[in-house]
């Protein structure tokens, strides 16, 4: 029978943590851009290479680094010839499991030292990351006459209404 209490005891300390019961170490971020298909790079705060490819696409990211009280830092590139590059930064904070959950199911220990250790206690955000790259003119000289050969998806909406078709 005090095996049993001892059990329920160790067992109740070991999942005190609020975030660390409801939450998950990862989270998946969808990464998108306009114009699709462009190269996406993620580095994150120790400058690792996380992933690397194509809009669009689905990541899972760590919350934490592994350190107590250490979320994670992303720096996400994303880059398609003949536009300008763009970089969102995905940070962690503090989720409302964390902040409020530990009152009713985790106390101190599920507040300073389970969900600390276990990186459930962060949200990544934003949750969804949308590139908006934009076109960069290929003939920086307004007077100079020339012909630009580019995709029709890489042609911005409000100039396609201006295309003349060749035949």
Not at 77 to 105: D, M, R
Request: glycine content about 10%; proline content about 5%; hydrophobic content about 40%.
């Amino acid at each position: 029978m005090k095996s049993i209490k001892a059990v329920i005891v160790t067992s109740a300390l070991i999942l005190a943590g609020c975030a660390t019961i409801v939450g998950d170490r990862n989270q998946l971020i969808p990464i998108s851009s306009t114009p699709e298909k462009a190269d996406v790079t993620i580095i994150d705060e120790r400058g690792n290479t996380v992933f690397s490819g194509r809009t669009p696409t689905t990541v899972t990211l760590q919350k934490s680094d592994g350190s107590y009280f250490g979320g994670k830092t992303y720096s996400v590139q994303i880059q398609k010839a003949g536009y300008s590059s763009q970089t969102i930064t995905v940070t962690s904070s503090p989720n409302g499991w964390y902040l409020a959950g530990n009152f009713v199911f985790g106390g101190l220990l599920g507040w300073l030292v389970i969900d600390p250790l276990t990186g459930a206690m962060y949200n990544l955000s934003p949750e969804n990351v949308n590139g908006q790259l934009a076109g960069q003119n290929a003939n920086n000289d307004e007077s100079a006459n020339g012909i630009s050969v580019v995709l029709l998806e890489d042609v911005p909406a409000p100039l396609r209404e201006g295309l003349v078709a060749l035949h």
